[in-house]
């Protein structure tokens, strides 16, 4: 078996998996046949247990490393097992084709949409390429480029968000990161089709933001939305990110789905598999699939005047005060 | 920038020229070195007394307070900070927006004052812009935003501080697709998601000599591309040479430049 990521608390896991693994092997095949003993099937349930006690009791920081985690599926791993096609549009018509934010067409069943999301890289090649998933200026230029050509054809934006951040570098900069993000962010407020939006791992600012002004916005149960990372709020608050701190600022910060949804930023939060989606990305898709469906149909049939409306409504009553 | 707000003592160095400036002479200055017209920070309500006809300002939405949603605790509760930040600068909070005259012609402003928690963006100020913009636009007018906001999105308001770059930025949609004019001022500092919202959307934007403005902090570019920034990083002029500002302006000349411009824009 290959090597596999393990995070430090699903060390328990593992061990009561590779145990089953040879118990299951000692009977000879894993009792699908429905032979397993007695013994092996108890065993699956008190795994299965383990797994659910553990991550529902996923601390804030914990959730920041499962939203991390390398095996995490990524936007092209669900382009591959949601979409029947993917035929990527590159290119911003300005700067260059960022890699990060991958734009293009695409069929979800019957539906033909616009899709794009942050991708942060399988591998290192990729995520060399990629920047880790930390778009530039010309990301968020395609993306909204991509956009308005969806809402000319009146085809649905699907956005999948997935990135630590908005890339800080010189480069960013002088090519004006902060109006790009900015643009998107007017622009997407009044685009005339229906824009369903899914944090499917790191929420990372106005990165993210950039391409988060939908009719709905979901997220997956273990990723994170942050104003800041934790890195950041540590290094501002406690001068340096230690464990320690960067535990205290992802607890500060309510940045998990649950507190998300407590505070009336995201409209559904959608379940993850056992144990986490990087441990079974089939079922995930599943899911995903199932709730982008479920979007796409409620969304059809509103009037372009009522979607505008109703996305600016909604984004209107963000905030808390007195 | 160890201290916000107005210096205090009779005497002060200038960051810029390290002249020992008499404080007073400053500040009849508008807030500016008389050697080398280095601009200070000047606070909200001796920006509206210099751009605004005199007593033409009528303030709006000053009974809004912010709360403390996430229970935020630093080295003290987001609440006490709050209550110091208001005692310290007597603002209610980091915006003030309100209708008001400039050389007679009437105008919605809006200013975030860098001296109330950096200026940064929660629920109120994005709540405060927001009614800024819709009030221009069902009034009609001409809107500008004089923003100093170096914290960006606030911190203590977590995500519903990022939500509100969202909020602002879709009452500006609005408010163009109603043909309103929203001239930008941008004052030292001007960064995150300030700079990634409003601050970035004028129709005009203008910025103060020598303003920092930009999405990153230094800090963070550095510890990301380990390079050499360049002297003029995120300076006004370095904006203006990469092209995402129309022009630089003293703090003298803004009052006369921005009734020119409204002039120009005029539908007729």
Same mark, same amino acid.
């Not at chain 2, 508008?30 to 280095?38: A, G, I, M, R, T």
């Not at chain 2, 605004?52 to 033409?56: I, M, P, Q, V």
């Given at each position: 078996m290959a090597t596999v990521y393990q995070l430090p608390f699903e060390k328990d896991i593992y061990e009561a998996e590779a145990s089953l693994a040879r118990l299951e092997a000692a009977a000879g095949g894993d009792g699908s046949d429905g032979t397993a003993s007695e013994e092996v099937r108890r065993i699956r349930r008190e795994l299965a247990a383990l797994k659910r006690r553990i991550f529902s009791q996923l601390t804030p920081w914990q959730t920041v490393l499962v939203a991390r985690h390398p095996d995490r599926p990524q936007f092209l791993d669900y382009v591959e097992m949601i979409f029947d096609e993917f035929v990527e549009l590159h290119g911003d018509r300005a700067f260059g084709d960022d890699r990060a934010l991958r734009t293009g067409l695409a069929h979800l069943d019957d539906h033909k949409v616009m899709l794009m999301g942050h991708h942060k890289g399988r591998n290192l090649a990729e995520r060399t390429e990629c920047f880790y998933g930390c778009a530039h200026p010309e990301g968020y230029r395609k993306a909204i480029t991509k956009m308005k050509l969806a809402a000319k054809y009146g085809l649905p934006i699907i956005c999948l968000i997935d990135t630590p951040g908005a890339f800080p570098g010189i480069g960013a900069e002088e090519r004006g990161q902060a109006n790009l993000i900015a643009y998107n962010l007017l622009e997407m407020s009044r685009i005339p089709t229906p824009i369903i939006c899914v944090v499917i791992g790191e929420g990372g600012s106005g990165g993210a933001l950039g391409i988060g002004v939908g009719n709905r916005v979901g997220i997956l149960e273990f990723a994170y939305y942050s104003v800041i990372s934790p890195e950041g709020c540590a290094g501002i608050l406690w001068k340096t990110a230690t464990d320690e701190t960067k535990s205290r600022a992802a607890e500060a910060l309510k940045m998990t789905a649950k507190d998300l949804q407590r505070l009336s930023v995201v409209d559904d939060v959608i379940p993850e598999p056992l144990g986490g989606s990087h441990r079974q990305p089939r079922e995930m898709a599943v899911t995903l699939k199932r709730h982008l469906l479920r979007q796409l149909r409620e969304l059809r049939g509103i009037s372009s005047d009522e979607l505008v409306r109703q996305r600016y409504a909604k984004f209107r009553k963000m905030g808390m005060f007195q | 920038m160890a201290k916000r707000g107005v210096p205090e003592g009779l005497f002060l160095k200038c960051p810029s020229c390290k002249t020992t400036l008499f404080r007073k002479d400053m500040e009849e200055m =508008? $807030?500016? +070195?008389?050697? +080398?017209? $280095?601009h200070f920070y000047i606070p909200a309500r001796e920006r509206i007394r210099h751009l =605004? /006809?005199? /007593?033409?300002f009528e303030e709006w939405a000053t009974d809004l307070r912010s709360l403390d949603p996430l229970e935020f605790f630093d080295r003290k509760p987001y609440s006490e900070r709050l209550r110091d930040e208001q005692q310290r600068t007597g603002l209610p909070e980091a915006a003030v927006i309100g209708k008001g005259f400039i050389r007679g012609r009437p105008v919605v402003l809006g200013i975030t004052d860098f001296g109330f928690m950096a200026g940064s963006m929660g629920s109120v100020v994005g709540e405060k812009l927001t009614l800024a913009v819709e009030g221009a636009t069902r009034h009609g007018l001409p809107l500008i935003i004089v923003s100093g906001s170096g914290g960006g999105a606030r911190m203590q308001e977590g995500i519903l501080s990022l939500m509100q770059m969202a909020k602002v930025s879709a009452a500006l949609a609005q408010y163009d697709l109603a043909g309103g004019l929203f001239i930008s001022v941008l004052t030292h500092p001007t960064m995150g998601g300030a700079a990634a919202s409003f601050a970035t959307l004028g129709d005009l934007i203008l910025a103060e000599p020598k303003a920092m403005i930009g999405f990153a902090g230094r800090r963070t570019i550095k510890a990301t591309v380990r390079l050499e920034l360049p002297e003029d990083f995120q300076t006004s002029e370095f904006l203006l040479q990469h092209g995402f500002i129309d022009r630089i302006v003293r703090r003298a000349d803004l009052r006369t430049e921005l009734a020119r411009l409204i002039d120009y824009c005029e539908k007729k």
């Open positions: - | =508008l $807030h500016v +070195c008389p050697k +080398c017209e $280095h =605004l /006809d005199t /007593d033409s």
